[in-house]
């Protein structure tokens, strides 16, 4: 394998794993937060349990999502070197804001997070979980706004040797390497066409990994007849937020689809294997693009692109055949990821619906009859279904992009490091797989045995915390 597709492999396969932290670390601080805001509410000691046992399992999360993420960006510069340069002046005002306002602050207060308890009021602690919460959220915020920015930049323009060119101008091979990018109005960059569409859902995805991570552990418990009470009110919150994610991904992800419609009109053809231009375009619920007949095969609903992203079937729909072929993204592979990540969505709302349907029968209360086991089955492994959808629609959004870098003015191909050799790549990427497969082993087995002690092991007792015993629950 070439240069270009070994770097490509190795900067999916990083971001890919690294990505499995950050969402469940962003639905886990909401789940945090609701959790103390009831027990300030109520003074409930399990509240205060819960939380504890939950703040535990977000710190491991933390720690394995700051490590993993930290080897994305020694990869710019070396396995993408031309285009760091190109990308310099916006990625650095973006990822230095990352760090003030989103990495300090989280990072500030999670060591009152964790080892507050005993040490601060319980007003401080939840003041202190907000700020971690919110931390996690403006992480995502500046991420977002910078890769947004590569699928649709805005105000900025292209300087080619110290010369400013105007839009239209056609990067020649020379140009490669004395090309940037500067900033013409850093709120124009943040609100780009596509960031904050494309924010509202990545946050949507992050708030249902958290849910349904909260839905598996109790599902769990329920299943061994252990911590039963704790499983039960522990399942409430992972409901109420998967039920109000599923509505909100439904919504952005529209929003989001309109969006694509308007300034990646080869990605969205792309992601539904349409070829020819026309009104009237059908939706496909799920199937197989037939790339030598042009044609794409599985159940459609007539007419239902165009209204989705116009409002009427009238709407005409851009397709592959009126984009310059060698402008098309990876076809197939744009149509699958984008059905696995919409099938999966569907799936998890349905889950969320039917636990929100046996809380309101009453069959979560402690003295109900309790849940049907299929259900806690189902609900024990739907923690992979939002971990799956989120990485789909990465791989859909930056393959659909293809084969643009930063979408109409650098091509992938044109964004490597001059000096870089397949040998060395393929030996760092061994290196890579290796390690990350003992970090995810060490994830694993760290999971595995908080879940195994329980909520009950990680307390010493039921006892409340020395610092918060002139908080004494209501009687």
Not at 45 to 53: E, G, I, Q, V
Not at 81 to 102: K, P, Q
Not at 113 to 131: D, E
Not at 202 to 209: N, R
Request: with cysteine.
């Amino acid at each position: 394998m070439d240069v270009e597709v070994l770097s490509r492999i190795q900067f999916a396969f990083t971001a890919a794993f690294h990505y499995i932290f950050p969402p469940l670390s962003i639905g886990l601080g909401v789940i945090l937060v609701m959790m103390e805001a009831a027990w300030l509410k109520t003074r409930n000691p399990l509240f205060h349990n819960m939380s504890r046992f939950w703040t535990r399992v977000f710190g491991l999360i933390f720690g394995l999502g700051v490590a993993t993420g930290i080897v994305l960006e020694f990869e710019f510069g070396t396995n993408w070197s031309t285009y760091s340069r190109f990308v310099g002046d916006i990625f650095g005002s973006a990822l230095a804001a990352e760090g003030i306002f989103a990495f300090f602050l989280e990072s500030g207060f999670l060591a009152i997070l964790l080892f507050g308890w005993n040490k601060v009021g319980p007003r401080l602690h939840f003041f202190a979980t907000c700020m971690v919460a919110l931390g996690a959220h403006f992480s995502a915020v500046w991420i977002i706004v910078a890769n947004s920015w590569q699928q649709t930049p805005a105000g900025s323009h292209l300087e080619v040797n110290g010369r400013i060119v105007g839009e239209n101008y056609i990067m020649q091979p020379g140009d490669i390497g004395n090309a940037r990018m500067v900033i013409d109005n850093f709120w124009e960059v943040v609100f780009n066409p596509s960031s904050m569409d494309r924010l509202a859902h990545t946050i949507v995805g992050a708030w249902l990994a958290g849910a349904f991570l909260v839905l598996s552990v109790s599902g769990y418990y329920l299943l061994r007849k252990r911590h039963v009470i704790f499983a039960r009110t522990s399942m409430k919150f992972g409901i109420a937020l998967a039920v109000l994610g599923s509505v909100l991904a439904v919504v952005t992800g529209h929003e989001s689809a309109v969006g694509v419609a308007a300034n990646q009109p080869s990605k969205l053809a792309a992601m539904e294997g349409h070829f020819e231009t026309s009104s009237n375009v059908p939706l496909s619920l799920f199937g197989f693009v037939d790339m030598a007949g042009e044609r794409t095969l599985g159940p459609r609903m007539p007419g239902m692109l165009s209204f989705m992203i116009a409002g009427t079937t009238e709407h005409e729909v851009t397709a592959l055949n009126d984009i310059p072929e060698d402008l098309h993204p990876p076809v197939q592979a744009s149509f699958q990821f984008f059905h696995l990540m919409v099938g999966l969505g569907m799936l998890m709302a349905a889950i969320a619906v039917w636990g929100a349907i046996l809380w309101k029968m009453g069959r979560l209360q402690p003295e109900g009859k309790g849940l049907p086991r299929i259900f806690l089955v189902v609900a024990t492994f739907s923690v992979l279904l939002p971990q799956i959808a989120n990485q789909a629609g990465w791989f859909l959004a930056e393959v659909g992009r293809q084969p643009w870098i930063v979408w109409g003015y650098l091509r992938t191909s044109e964004g490597l490091s001059v000096v870089l050799r397949s040998g060395e790549i393929l030996t760092s990427l061994i290196g890579f797989g290796l390690i990350y497969l003992l970090l995810f082993i060490l994830f694993l087995f760290l999971l595995h045995r908080k879940i195994q002690h329980g909520p009950e092991a990680e307390e010493e007792s039921h006892e409340l915390p020395v610092a918060w015993i002139k908080h004494e629950p209501a009687q």
